[in-house]
């Protein structure tokens, strides 16, 4: 298969993924007890003010009619109502919030900044330090280092990130007060204060996800370097660093990039913990008030918008596998 | 027995497998435990606090009376709060877990024995459901079912059901290799129909993977309901939950660090002991890792299975 190729039915793919999402996220919060109808009916909801609100909200279509107007609204934007009432929704449409009176688009792009520093900083830093970390203590087995990862490794799994930012908190910030205890500062406004405020955000969030990566990454390259390529490498004269880095670890990386795909929807759940912890409004935030006022639309636009985003990011961490591992684009 | 006999020689998963029993016991005693002190989770105590709604005396109002001092703002008994949470977690941990469970052995037992289609319908939608937000979803999912649904309920079968890929695929995979051992193929030529070699044979031949992952499932259950709780759209209160608590100490942990460390240190203590038995129990049930001592290089907590390699 020609690399076109495979990317192209790797979007297929991804389509398909994304329209069958759509469709269960639909179908769970737009048909099951929530009545979004009776949400924003007001008191007192006579049968008329009940019907009125229905066919406001495009309620009195048949399911796969309301599931086609949502899903091209998506794509086209929509308008709700009609005559004086009317609001308009522009593409790409993921819901009006009519308790915010603004679309949901618009809420998730104002937050949605905030979320994406936390996750890809954190990312980075789990990624870089954990593979890093896990080389190392592979190289170096049974020395002071490796146990000293492992160690962390054990005893992070059990850690939640919470925790683990709070007492960063406690000892950064308030005892010793070297970093912000909390809150946001953009990057276009202030690069520095916007770094300055992460570092304990990516940390608490990275610490744990990097030893356990550091462990997979460790025995994975433990694994590559007893194998005959490696000896072959070896003989022929190559230097240690070239015959760890380029023969060991090209092909140890191979998993963990594979895990790291997994581990995307989980990042993403990460951060949405970590706003709490240091107190950012992010998609997280957004979505937690939405669900405290039943704020349907917004709920179900967040969580959509978030399948896709981590639907999408799983395509660009299978695009960075079948570069690793030329076997994948070509087999 | 020989797996007991395994774990007597692993001081880790003996240890674990203590403090976990010993856990398990504060939650089912727990009227008895707190009425040492005389108290409970629900009654406040304002005498206990100064007029900042912050605990008096040391450590966040430690004192015979409250063990592990009291709660801001209501005064209610933190040692109470600590061992009744036990309560919500274990029993969220294990009802979500037994969920996940039931569906992954279903699932996997269906898509390994039968293949062909249902295992790629099966595959795929594992294959997805792993990699999703789910967390987001949860939080989502909690704000559509009516209120009059038992919350404790909803948050066991929301956790429940993200939590079920995991094991089907193993199973799944499990399945895949034993239907083509000579025992099944042997049944199968004898006429034996689909549900009895499902039923008596091949699920009899998972039981300790499933052991060995119901344990792994637990303490990721239980640490589940704590982020909800956490967020504030888990466990409604009055129930005691540990996450809930360390939620609120968030606001208060400058003034009255106690408030963050007991029920946080409860809920780590637990994970741990849970995750050290699970390795231990896994290395005892797997004859495929080394007896005795455990190679440094075996993923200890780690079982995401990595595919195509």
Known sequence: MTAVRFLAYRLAGIVLVLLLVALATYLVFYL???????????????????????????????????????????????????????????????????????????LILTRLPVTASIAIG???????????????????????????????????VSAPAYLVGLLAILLFGFTLGWLPTGGYEPFTEDPVGWFVHLLLPWSALAFLQAAIYARLTRSEVIDQLGQDHIRTARAIGLTERA???????????IPVVTVFGLDLGGLLG???????????????????SAVGTTDLQTVVGVTLFAAFLITAANFVVDVVYSLIDPRVALG | MTVLRHLRHDPWAL???????????????????????????????????????????????????????????SGRDLFAIVVYGARTSILVGVGASAASVLVGVAVGLVAGYFGGWVDRVVSRVVDVMLGFPSLVFMISLTAVVAASFPKPLLIVLIIGFFGWPSVAR???????????????????????????????????????????????????????????????VGVPPPTPSWGRSIGDAVAWFRVDPAYLV???GALFLLTLAFNAFGDGLRDALDPRVSRGRRSAATPVVDDRVVPNR
Not at chain 1, 57 to 76: E, F, K, M
Not at chain 2, 16 to 44: H, K, N, S
Request: net charge positive.
């Open chain 1, 32 to 106: 099951l007890p929530a009545d979004p109808a009776r949400l924003s009916c007001g008191k007192p909801c006579t049968p008329e003010n009940y019907a009125a609100a229905q066919r406001y909200l495009g309620l009195d279509a048949p399911w796969y009619g309301q599931l086609w107007n949502y899903l091209s609204g998506i794509v086209t934007g929509r308008r709700f109502g009609s005559g004086t009432g009317v609001v308009d929704c522009p593409a790409p449409c993921f819901g009006y919030s009519f308790q915010l009176s603004t679309p949901v688009t618009e």
């Open chain 1, 122 to 156: 954190a990312a980075v830093l789990w990624f870089v330090a954990g593979v890093l970390g896990g080389t190392l203590a592979a190289v170096r087995r049974g020395r002071a280092l490796d146990r000293a990862i492992m160690t962390v490794a054990i005893a992070g």
């Open chain 1, 243 to 253: 015959v760890v880095v380029r023969h060991g670890l090209r092909n140890a990386l």
């Open chain 1, 270 to 288: 990460g951060a949405v913990i970590t706003e709490r912890v240091f107190s950012m409004q992010g998609l997280g935030s957004l979505l937690i």
């Open chain 2, 15 to 73: 240890a674990g497998g203590i403090v976990v029993l010993l856990f398990v016991l504060a939650a089912v005693l727990a009227p008895l435990l707190t009425a040492i002190p005389g108290q409970d989770p629900y009654r406040y105590h304002l005498d206990a606090l100064d007029d900042s709604g912050a605990p008096r005396g040391f450590g966040g109002g430690i004192s015979a009376q409250h063990w592990f001092g009291v709660e801001p703002l």
């Open chain 2, 170 to 232: 193993v199973i799944r995979g499990q399945v895949l290799s034993l239907r083509s051992r000579t025992f099944a193929t042997a049944a199968e030529a004898m006429g034996a129909p689909a549900g009895h070699v499902l039923a008596r044979l091949l699920l009899p031949n998972v039981g300790a993977s499933i052991i060995v992952y119901a344990t792994i499932l637990i303490p990721a259950s239980i640490g589940t309901e704590a982020a909800l709780s956490f967020l504030g």
């Open chain 2, 262 to 264: 007991f029920p946080g």
